[in-house]
Every structure is written in C-alpha cells, then in structure tokens.
Nanobody, 124 residues
Framework: QAQLVESGGGLVQAGGSLRLSCAVS????????MGWFRQAPGKERELVAA????????YYADSVKGRFTCSNDNGKNTVYLQMNSLKPEDTAVYYC?????????????????WGQGTQVTVSS
C-alpha cells in the first residue's frame, strides 16, 4: 500500500514562489506516473501537472504552463512541484497522486494513491 505525504504549502504573496514536495513510500516513483492536482473551494479537482517516472516527460495544464515545473528524484522517491509567479487564482489544496505508468500524461483518471493535500494560499 503506497503512502504519499505532501509538504511545502503555505501563504505567499502574488508573484512569489513555493515548492511542494511529495514523499512516496510503498511504490516506486520511477515506475509510476505522478500527478499534481489542485482543488479550490466550489471547483472540481483539476490535474495541473504530471510526470512519467520512466521517461521524465511532463505535462502541464495551460493555466500553469511556464510557471510550474514538476520534477522527480527517483533516489529519494520524491516528486516536486516548483511554483513560480503565483497568482491568487492558484489558491487551492494541492494533492499529489500516483498511478501505474501510462504513456498518456494528461488523463486525470487512473490515480489510485493520493496524499492528504497541502494548502496553498496566494494573496493579492
């Protein structure tokens, strides 16, 4: 049974940066697809970034492209989400999730392991 633990959320001013970490146990990041999702109050959970543990290929939602960077450290079995140029509309609870490897990165289905979430609040 995999366990995912996010950290790094917090309160930041617009234009600032945060780096989220997701430490994974019980499942190898290197053989998985890892996704970062977010959910704002009253909105559906959306996939904002994903990374293939096998190829390192990444996917970004249009809303974060050019500002967010997803990376992994297979040795530490950890995935990161570097968030720059943050905007108030990025405010949400951010979740990392794991799924069996797939060549399709932009699908939000199939993730069967989830972290507890970390709050990111961007003030204007």
């Amino acid at each position: 049974q995999a366990q995912l633990v996010e950290s790094g959320g917090g309160l930041v001013q617009a234009g600032g940066s945060l780096r989220l970490s997701c430490a994974v146990s019980g499942r190898a990041v290197a053989s998985s697809n890892m996704g970062w999702f977010r959910q704002a109050p009253g909105k559906e959970r959306e996939l904002v970034a994903a990374i293939s543990g096998i190829s390192g290929r990444t996917y970004y939602a249009d809303s974060v492209k050019g500002r967010f960077t997803c990376s992994n450290d297979n040795g530490k079995n950890t995935v990161y989400l570097q968030m720059n140029s943050l905007k108030p509309e990025d405010t949400a609870v951010y979740y990392c999730a794991a799924r069996p490897w797939s060549s399709v990165l932009d699908q939000k289905n199939g993730y069967n392991y989830w972290g507890q979430g970390t709050q990111v609040t961007v003030s204007s």
